[in-house]
């Protein structure tokens, strides 16, 4: 080609000449050999965000309910009675104390009396208590809400012994009055003691003594009801006009007599109001029924012995 058609064409091209270079990945622009030149990415596509994982509302319920502790204090002072009555108080069944086997403890449920392996309707020396219940099965109460804190204590102790207590036997009795303090142990009212005099039974006699030397500090007593589970209608129980005076020596009397005098000492009320026995204490069902004359004049005979009249 002649220098002049070189020239010719030449004039007819940039200073610059424009060519494209390939790269792997990427495709470049280049106006070279021209310093000046810039480099353009094509925009890349903004990433996804992955969204945060939805927790089952269940398990969110859950850990909200561990994080928070419920503001039980708070509450309205009449909805935590309420809420210690359900816990403490029962209204519908007795409240029973027993002793012996996995059943020690207060319990929800009242004592009934059988014959033992031995025994028989109407004889007392092999007689068993155990607890009668709707499902046998009685409800425990649930005291725990004492040992929550010393408010909750101060509050709620008063309506648990508010109510009666119902004890199997006089052991029974003693061992309750041994686990309470002295503080506790004026907040009781009203005390019932199922089988007092059953026969060839020593350990009641002496637990009897104790449990009345302890009840001396309990200021606020109102009412002591001495009662008799039976078998049967014919279940006399210790009176037998032959052998009562021998059976009266181990009653336990004089305790009783030593805590009657204390109590009359007191600014309260005397023990004639306090103290109080079940007719069938003194004698079967069939003579309440047939011969009440009979219970009035074994009625007479105790009073007198006790100084109870």
Not at 37 to 45: F, L, R, S, Y
Not at 114 to 138: I, L, M, Y
Not at 214 to 241: I, Y
Request: net charge positive; with cysteine.
């Amino acid at each position: 080609m002649s220098s002049s058609m070189f020239a010719l064409h030449a004039g007819t091209f940039p200073a610059a000449l424009s060519f494209t270079r390939y790269r792997p990945g990427s495709l470049t622009f280049v106006h070279g050999p021209s310093r000046n030149t810039v480099v353009k990415k094509p925009e890349q596509k903004p990433k996804r965000k992955r969204a945060p994982r939805k927790t089952a509302p269940r398990q969110a319920k859950k850990a909200e309910i561990r994080d928070v502790p419920f503001p039980f204090l708070e509450l309205p002072a009449e909805i935590r009675v309420m809420i210690y009555k359900h816990l403490l108080v029962e209204s519908s069944v007795e409240l029973s104390y027993r002793t012996g086997g996995q059943g020690k403890g207060l319990s929800r449920g009242c004592l009934t009396k059988v014959p033992g392996k031995h025994g028989r309707a109407g004889h007392d020396s092999w007689v068993t208590f155990k607890p009668k219940h709707e499902d046998d099965k009685p409800t425990p109460l649930q005291p725990a809400i004492l040992r929550v804190c010393k408010f909750t204590r101060a509050e709620a102790t008063p309506l648990l012994y508010d109510q009666t207590f119902y004890f199997e036997n006089p052991l029974a009795l003693k061992r309750f009055l041994a686990r309470i303090t002295p503080s506790t142990l004026s907040l009781l009212r009203k005390i019932v003691i199922r089988g007092w005099a059953e026969r060839n039974i020593p350990c009641w006699v002496n637990a009897l003594a104790l449990a009345f030397a302890m009840l001396t500090t309990a200021h606020n007593l109102e009412s002591v009801r001495f009662d008799r589970k039976v078998s049967g209608s014919s279940d006399q129980g210790f009176w037998d006009q032959r052998r009562f005076p021998e059976y009266l020596k181990h009653l336990a009397v004089e305790d009783l007599k030593f805590w009657i005098q204390y109590v009359n000492s007191t600014d309260g009320k005397k023990a004639a109001e306090i103290l109080s026995f079940s007719d069938i204490n003194f004698g079967s069902q069939d003579e309440i029924e047939n011969d009440y004359k009979l219970i009035e004049e074994r009625k007479k005979v105790f009073f007198k012995e006790l100084q109870l009249e």
